[in-house]
């Protein structure tokens, strides 16, 4: 599976984001897609998943109210929809997979990840 994550760029903070990203290969053995992100000396953390049967999703507590995760029909593509970003938000956001049968949302069981793409966030 290849990830191709898109859509980041810098913006003023109280705008708005939409990523995007696009899976191919072997997309019939994803369960659920996510978002992550990193900022400058920090771990990576989550953002949101989508777990593709039943459309589960999951949205950390720190970003809930202010995204929105979202996949295609043919699940081979996930979105996530930013608003009232804040300069905080600034990090590089990654597009993950997971071909583990359940819902997850720990990163260690995420086996497929995209090259990540920058969102800056100016005060």
């Known amino acids: 599976v290849q990830l191709q994550a898109s859509g980041g760029g810098l913006v003023q903070a109280g705008g708005s984001l939409r990523l995007s990203c696009a899976a191919s290969?072997?997309?019939?053995?994803?369960?659920?897609m996510g978002w992550f992100r990193q900022a400058p000396g920090k771990e990576r953390e989550i953002v949101a998943t989508i777990y593709w049967r039943g459309g589960t999703t999951y949205y950390a507590d720190s970003m809930k109210g202010r995204v929105t995760i979202s996949g295609s029909n043919a699940k081979d593509a996930v979105y996530l929809q930013v608003n009232s970003l804040k300069p905080e938000d600034t990090a590089v956001y990654y597009c993950a997979a997971s071909s583990v049968g359940v819902a997850v949302t720990l990163i260690s069981r995420f086996n497929y990840w995209g090259q990540g793409t920058q969102v800056t966030v100016s005060s």
């Open positions: 290969g072997r997309t019939f053995s994803i369960r659920t």
